[in-house]
T-cell receptor, first 110, second 109 residues
Framework: DGGITQSPKYLFRKEGQNVTLSCEQN?????MYWYRQDPGQGLRLIYY???????QKGDIAEGYSVSREKKESFPLTVTSAQKNPTAFYLC?????????FGQGTRLTVV | EDQVTQSPEALRLQEGESSSLNCSYT??????LFWYRQDPGKGPEFLFT???AGEEKEKERLKATLTKKESFLHITAPKPEDSATYLC??????????FGAGTRLTVKP
C-alpha cells in the first residue's frame, strides 16, 4: 500500500558521529520535506526538495545535509556540526499542497 | 514572515463537552490552510484543507472553518479517542508551509 516510510523508528548517536535517517515514499510525489519537532514547538523545516537532484534549505538547515537522487528517496544526514540533535524527525511528501507524513524517527544523542 | 498561532496550548474536556480550537495566521497569499491530528510518537495525520474564507469541511465529530485571519476546529460531543495534538499549518504563495505549535486536547470519560 502507498505511503511514506521512515527508518529507523529510534536512533541513538554518540557525540561526534554522523547519522542518516531514511525516508522513502511510493506516492509518486515530487515534493519531499524534512521537519524537526521539539516538545511544545511547531514543526520546523530543515530541508525540502521540489524535484529530483534539487533541494533547498529550510529555516534550520545548519548541521544537516540531504540528497535527492531518486524521486522516492530523501535521506537526511545529521552531522556532528548539529549541536543539539536530540529531537523527533518527520519526513513528508506533498502533491497539490497537502503534506503527508511518515511515522517519524526519534534521535537521541548519548 | 508567515506566522501561525494556535490556542489554547492545552484543552481538557469531559466526554460530550463540545469546544473549539483556534488557529490565527498571517501569510503572504494563502494557498491553503491545513489541519492535522498527531498522536504521541506518531507522524501527523491529515484532516482537512481549506482554501478560502467561508469554506467549511466536516469529518465525523470535527468541523473546520476559515476566515481571512483565523481558522477554527470545532469538536462536537468529543470522545476519549479524540485526544491528540491538533496542528494547523498554512501554505503561502512561495509554496512555503508553516506550522503552529499545536493544541493538546485531552478528553476525559
Amino acid at each position: 500500500d502507498g505511503g511514506i516510510t521512515q527508518s529507523p523508528k529510534y536512533l541513538f548517536r554518540k557525540e561526534g558521529q554522523n547519522v542518516t535517517l531514511s525516508c522513502e515514499q511510493n506516492l509518486n510525489h515530487d515534493a519531499m520535506y524534512w521537519y524537526r519537532q521539539d516538545p511544545g514547538q511547531g514543526l520546523r523545516l530543515i530541508y525540502y526538495s521540489q524535484i529530483v537532484n534539487d533541494f533547498q534549505k529550510g529555516d534550520i538547515a545548519e548541521g544537516y545535509s540531504v540528497s535527492r537522487e531518486k524521486k522516492e528517496s530523501f535521506p537526511l544526514t545529521v552531522t556532528s556540526a548539529q549541536k543539539n540533535p536530540t529531537a523527533f524527525y518527520l519526513c513528508a511528501s506533498s502533491i497539490n499542497g497537502e503534506a503527508f507524513f511518515g511515522q517519524g524517527t526519534r534521535l537521541t544523542v548519548v | 514572515e508567515d506566522q501561525v498561532t494556535q490556542s489554547p496550548e492545552a484543552l481538557r474536556l469531559q466526554e460530550g463537552e463540545s469546544s473549539s480550537l483556534n488557529c490565527s495566521y498571517t501569510v503572504s497569499g494563502l494557498r491553503g490552510l491545513f489541519w492535522y491530528r498527531q498522536d504521541p510518537g506518531k507522524g501527523p495525520e491529515f484532516l482537512f484543507t481549506l482554501y478560502s474564507a467561508g469554506e467549511e469541511k466536516e469529518k465525523e465529530r470535527l468541523k473546520a472553518t476559515l476566515t481571512k485571519k483565523e481558522s477554527f476546529l470545532h469538536i462536537t460531543a468529543p470522545k476519549p479517542e479524540d485526544s491528540a495534538t491538533y496542528l494547523c499549518a498554512v501554505r503561502d504563495n512561495n509554496n512555503d508551509m508553516r506550522f503552529g505549535a499545536g493544541t493538546r486536547l485531552t478528553v476525559k470519560p
